[in-house]
């Protein structure tokens, strides 16, 4: 550009188009020769030529926004997924590849954020995991020391027969718990992973539990216990031989935490769609912030009063689990000191 | 003769215990939780205290402490008996002043041997 002052003319004009020209062929986007307007030759030669850089320039982004969308690419392949390049909205070619690139980073990012948490569900699972094998093997550990430590005494010399029958007790006694806790772990993670199916059909819930109290009256003999049973009570969706084992499970408990001559009550009642259980004990009781938890696996709640009393810490999540897969609930009140209540509802069956 | 006290809250190993202890000449007291057994071992002052880790009310490193911090309790060696013995555990064992400890599930001719390497000499068999 020829800047101000007075118009050239004859050679030195020339001279300025041509120096303009080679300018913009050197890549000068913003080179343009000057018009004077005077309707000479090369003032036509002037106008073309800075048409003819308009075209180029107009057709082909400047190389500073290329390398603007570059430098935005690299970083975005070097892991920095904050960068987007900046879209214009000129519908100019690299404006496209701009926002190309920023649609494949804002995948990214959404893919990494996705994977991030994944990771963190499996990082949680595995800690989880770990706890549970270390708990699964403590809990292992204490019958196996019963099993192995009375075997070793039961080959030692000058033992009573009597001994030796005492000790053979023992043993037969851990390994049962053993067997018990193995079973009920099985039973549980069959349930947790979805890999047990309820067989449901109508079931007569008083008949349930007539047999339940019959099966355990043999351990209760000293704790009488009352029933009350809806004797309208309808049928409920169930899988028979399940809803034995969570009744078994819920009157079993209620006489082990009672003490001798402790009353245990249990009814039935419907209640609208659904048929609500009570197991009454007046136990030991439950420390409220326990409620919630004893219906997680291996936490029996561990006190003094507690101890001999033998349990594998599974029965209550797995009834729970059963009676979930039924569609109903099972939760626990209690007064520490006064006995506990267990409740369980399960919807009637449709077809009764 | 020595006197130890063992603080163990499962039945079957405190039966297990005084089955095997049965043939030493010591003299075996046992209590099923940590506040009880700190008790015995205040009153008896006995040459070896061996307890569990995890009991109700009071646990086995509840019980090392209380004696740690008690003069007439501190020397007496105490031995965990654990069914978890990991490396991170053996650091809180230690960090809680124990002599030993001895894992289970443990056999008799094990616990015999494990209660005479941490006897004080002059009471060994």
Not at chain 1, 330 to 343: D, K, P, Y
């Given at each position: 550009m020829a800047g101000s002052g007075p118009p050239l003319d004859g050679p030195d004009r020339l001279r300025d188009v041509a120096r303009v020209t080679m300018q913009i062929a050197a890549g000068d986007r913003d080179a343009r020769a000057d018009i004077v307007g005077d309707g000479a030759d090369l003032d036509a030669i002037a106008t073309a030529v800075n048409t003819l850089a308009d075209q180029v320039t107009s057709g082909h982004p400047g190389p500073d926004r290329l390398a603007a969308v570059l430098r935005v690419t690299m970083q975005l392949a070097t892991g920095d997924l904050t960068a987007r390049a900046q879209v214009l909205g000129d519908g100019d070619d690299l404006d496209?590849?701009?926002?190309?690139?920023?649609?494949?980073?804002?995948?990214?990012?959404?893919?990494?954020?996705?994977?991030?948490?994944?990771?963190?569900?499996?990082?949680?699972?595995?800690?989880?995991?770990?706890?549970?094998?270390?708990?699964?093997?403590?809990?292992?550990?204490?019958?196996?020391?019963?099993?192995?430590?009375f075997s070793e005494l039961m080959s030692e010399e000058g033992l009573t027969p009597e001994e030796m029958r005492e000790f053979a007790k023992d043993?037969?006694?851990?390994?049962?718990?053993?067997?018990?806790?193995?079973?009920?772990?099985?039973?549980?993670?069959?349930m947790e992973t979805g890999r047990v199916t309820m067989h449901l059909e109508p079931v007569d819930l008083n008949a349930v539990l007539e047999e339940v109290v019959e099966g355990t009256a043999g351990n209760a003999v000293s704790r009488p216990v009352t029933v009350d049973f809806d004797p309208d009570l309808p049928a409920v969706a169930g899988d028979r031989d399940k809803l034995v084992q969570v009744m078994t499970n819920l009157v079993a408990n209620a006489v082990k935490y009672s003490p001798d001559g402790g009353a245990i009550e249990i009814s039935s009642r419907a209640e609208g769609p659904l048929a609500h259980v009570q197991i009454s004990d007046h136990g030991l009781g439950?420390?409220?912030?326990?409620?919630?938890?004893?219906?997680?696996?291996?936490?029996?709640?561990?006190?003094?009063?507690?101890?001999?009393?033998?349990?594998?810490?599974?029965?209550l999540p797995i009834a729970r689990h059963i009676v979930e897969l039924h569609g109903g609930r099972v939760w626990a009140e209690s007064v520490l000191g006064e006995g506990s209540t267990f409740h369980v509802t399960l919807q009637l069956s449709a077809d009764r | 003769m020595a006197t130890i006290v063992f603080c163990e809250d499962d039945e079957t190993i405190e039966r297990f215990i005084r089955m095997t202890m049965?043939?030493?000449?010591?003299?075996?007291?046992?209590?099923?939780?940590?506040?009880?057994?700190?008790?015995?071992?205040?009153?008896?002052?006995p040459d070896l205290v061996v307890t569990d880790i995890s009991m109700p009310g009071l646990d086995?490193?509840?019980?090392?402490?209380?004696?740690?911090a008690n003069p007439a309790t501190a020397g007496i060696p105490i031995l965990f008996a654990t069914a978890s013995v990991q490396r991170t555990q053996v650091e809180q064992l230690i960090a809680h002043g124990a002599a030993g400890y001895i894992g289970k599930p443990f056999g008799a001719a094990e616990l015999r041997a494990k209660i005479e390497q941490h006897l004080p000499k002059e009471h060994t068999a």
């Amino acid at each position: 550009m020829a800047g101000s002052g007075p118009p050239l003319d004859g050679p030195d004009r020339l001279r300025d188009v041509a120096r303009v020209t080679m300018q913009i062929a050197a890549g000068d986007r913003d080179a343009r020769a000057d018009i004077v307007g005077d309707g000479a030759d090369l003032d036509a030669i002037a106008t073309a030529v800075n048409t003819l850089a308009d075209q180029v320039t107009s057709g082909h982004p400047g190389p500073d926004r290329l390398a603007a969308v570059l430098r935005v690419t690299m970083q975005l392949a070097t892991g920095d997924l904050t960068a987007r390049a900046q879209v214009l909205g000129d519908g100019d070619d690299l404006d496209a590849i701009a926002a190309t690139v920023n649609m494949l980073a804002d995948e990214l990012t959404h893919s990494r954020e996705a994977l991030e948490k994944r990771l963190d569900g499996l990082e949680s699972l595995n800690a989880a995991k770990s706890e549970f094998v270390s708990i699964v093997s403590h809990e292992f550990r204490t019958p196996l020391t019963g099993i192995q430590g009375f075997s070793e005494l039961m080959s030692e010399e000058g033992l009573t027969p009597e001994e030796m029958r005492e000790f053979a007790k023992d043993i037969n006694r851990d390994a049962r718990r053993l067997s018990r806790l193995i079973g009920d772990m099985l039973d549980l993670d069959r349930m947790e992973t979805g890999r047990v199916t309820m067989h449901l059909e109508p079931v007569d819930l008083n008949a349930v539990l007539e047999e339940v109290v019959e099966g355990t009256a043999g351990n209760a003999v000293s704790r009488p216990v009352t029933v009350d049973f809806d004797p309208d009570l309808p049928a409920v969706a169930g899988d028979r031989d399940k809803l034995v084992q969570v009744m078994t499970n819920l009157v079993a408990n209620a006489v082990k935490y009672s003490p001798d001559g402790g009353a245990i009550e249990i009814s039935s009642r419907a209640e609208g769609p659904l048929a609500h259980v009570q197991i009454s004990d007046h136990g030991l009781g439950i420390p409220t912030e326990a409620l919630d938890t004893i219906f997680q696996r291996f936490t029996r709640v561990d006190s003094a009063e507690t101890r001999g009393i033998k349990g594998t810490g599974l029965g209550l999540p797995i009834a729970r689990h059963i009676v979930e897969l039924h569609g109903g609930r099972v939760w626990a009140e209690s007064v520490l000191g006064e006995g506990s209540t267990f409740h369980v509802t399960l919807q009637l069956s449709a077809d009764r | 003769m020595a006197t130890i006290v063992f603080c163990e809250d499962d039945e079957t190993i405190e039966r297990f215990i005084r089955m095997t202890m049965r043939s030493t000449p010591h003299e075996i007291r046992t209590a099923p939780d940590g506040l009880q057994g700190l008790a015995l071992i205040q009153r008896l002052l006995p040459d070896l205290v061996v307890t569990d880790i995890s009991m109700p009310g009071l646990d086995g490193f509840g019980v090392a402490d209380a004696m740690h911090a008690n003069p007439a309790t501190a020397g007496i060696p105490i031995l965990f008996a654990t069914a978890s013995v990991q490396r991170t555990q053996v650091e809180q064992l230690i960090a809680h002043g124990a002599a030993g400890y001895i894992g289970k599930p443990f056999g008799a001719a094990e616990l015999r041997a494990k209660i005479e390497q941490h006897l004080p000499k002059e009471h060994t068999a």
